[in-house]
């Protein structure tokens, strides 16, 4: 499986971007998929999952009513949506998969799967 996330650039604080998370080789079927971010200086950091499993959706607070995860119906891509951006969201987004459970889907440690990232830029 290889992952192939797209969509970052630079915005205005305010504004919205989407990001897309590719798969190839395999739809991702009943899989869990996340995004990541790591910002200059910091460790990487989680921000939303989506488990095909059972359809739940996961989130850090500080982006909760701000993003939102989705997938589109053949199960080979997988949207961040992200409106209301603030400068501290500047950073590299990494989408991240994996097969099994639903369970600590925070922890990047759990992910087999990663795309090479896109930079998102909120300027201020």
């Known amino acids: 499986v290889q992952l192939q996330a797209s969509g970052g650039g630079l915005v205005q604080a305010g504004g919205s971007l989407r990001l897309s998370c590719a798969s190839s080789g395999r739809p991702f079927s009943s899989w869990a998929v996340a995004w990541f971010r790591q910002a200059p200086g910091k460790e990487r950091e989680f921000v939303t999952a989506?488990?095909?499993?059972?359809?739940?959706?996961y989130y850090m607070d500080s982006v909760k009513g701000r993003f939102t995860i989705s997938g589109d119906n053949s199960r080979t891509t997988v949207f961040l949506q992200m409106n209301s951006l603030k400068p501290e969201d500047t950073a590299v987004y990494y989408c991240?998969?994996?097969?099994?459970?639903?369970?600590?889907?925070?922890?990047?440690?759990?992910?087999?799967?990663w795309g090479q990232g896109t930079l998102v830029t909120v300027s201020s």
């Open positions: 991240a998969a994996r097969a099994g459970a639903t369970t600590a889907m925070w922890s990047s440690s759990t992910y087999n799967y």
């Open positions: 989506l488990s095909w499993n059972d359809g739940r959706t």
